[in-house]
């Protein structure tokens, strides 16, 4: 059985920032992303020279990312008039409904409500890099530094970064 996963630009640039887009493979066989992700987080990151996008692109070379066309444009046009958010989240959200995805990756507060909304589950960059130390897929030294780029590039409070810490046992304790 083939275990799948939709991103959005947000958690994939993120992922890809902080060394840690690869560890997602841990829990999914392949991830989807609509052809709007693809030319926000590829096709624009390379015209900007965004190393991010290189490591993208070469996950989408190796089959693991797929560019997934949707299917219809219906979906995509509801979420877009109930939220204020790109066409990357909107296709991303309708594409993750449509293919009953086991998660959609958003670091995008809107993706967020809408998630929530639809009753899609959802996960963030943060959450993934967590889980990854629990579960000791990579190393605390890893994670941290992880985490740490996360803080600096990512949109969390520090309440949550401090969770976050103390949850993936890197922040001095353990559980």
């Known amino acids: 059985m083939v275990r799948e996963a939709v991103c959005d630009s947000s958690t994939l640039i993120l992922l890809a920032r902080a060394g ?6 841990h829990y999914v066989s392949v991830v989807h992303i609509p052809p709007a992700v693809f030319k926000e987080a590829v096709e624009r990151g390379k015209e900007k020279g965004k190393e991010d996008a290189l490591v993208i692109e070469r996950e989408i070379e190796s089959g693991r990312i797929r560019v997934t066309e ?10 877009l008039k109930n939220f204020h958010m790109d066409a990357g989240e909107a296709e991303a959200i309708a594409l993750c ?3 009953h995805a086991l998660f959609l990756g958003t ?3 809107e993706a967020v409500k809408a998630c ?15 889980k990854l130390a629990k579960e000791r897929k990579i190393s605390k030294e890893r994670a941290a530094l ?6 600096d590039i990512g949109f969390y409070s520090k309440e949550i970064m401090s969770l976050a810490r103390k ?9």
């Open 70 to 79: 949707m299917p219809s444009r219906r979906g995509v046009d509801e979420v």
């Open 167 to 175: 949850e993936a046992g890197i922040d001095g304790t353990s559980d």
């Open 107 to 109: 670091d995008d507060r």
């Open 116 to 130: 929530r909304v639809y009753g899609i589950p959802f996960t963030t960059a943060l959450a993934i890099a967590v």
């Open 97 to 99: 409904a449509g293919r």
């Open 20 to 25: 840690i887009l690869g560890g997602i493979f």
């Open 146 to 151: 992880a985490i740490d780029k996360l803080q």
